[in-house]
């Protein structure tokens, strides 16, 4: 189990840009696949993006890819969300999570077992 922390949302004008943040307490983040998920009002939690243990192998929902970049650094144990070019279609309560998987980044949110509380991001048009 590993407990995580986002941070980084907020208010941003379309266009602009943000980074989120989410911090893994544990000795053990290496071990897990991390990913990003968001979910506007009214509507299922997506998936975002994901990132393997090594960084080797990452995937991006079609709706984000060339916009957002997602990274991580082990020795930190934290996964990093870079957004640019932010839309109103944007906002939502964004969710990171983990994943005891080696392999590509699964989509699948009920495979993931630890969650972050979230952090609100919002584009303003």
């Known amino acids: 189990q590993v407990q995580l922390v986002e941070s980084g949302g907020g208010l941003v004008q379309a266009g602009g840009s943000l980074r989120l943040s989410c911090a893994s307490s544990?000795?053990?983040?290496?071990?897990?696949?991390m990913a990003w998920f968001r979910q506007a009002p009214g509507k299922e939690r997506e998936f975002v993006s994901g990132i393997s243990w090594s960084g080797g192998n990452i995937n991006y929902a079609d709706s984000v890819k060339g916009r957002f970049t997602i990274s991580r650094d082990n020795a930190k144990s934290t996964v990093y969300l870079q957004m640019n070019s932010l839309t109103p279609e944007d906002t939502a309560v964004y969710y990171c999570?983990?994943?005891?998987?080696?392999?590509?980044?699964?989509?699948?949110?009920?495979?993931?077992?630890?969650w972050g509380q979230g952090t609100q991001v919002t584009v303003s048009s």
């Open positions: 544990g000795r053990t983040f290496v071990s897990y696949a």
């Open positions: 999570a983990a994943d005891r998987w080696t392999g590509t980044p699964r989509t699948n949110q009920h495979v993931y077992e630890n």
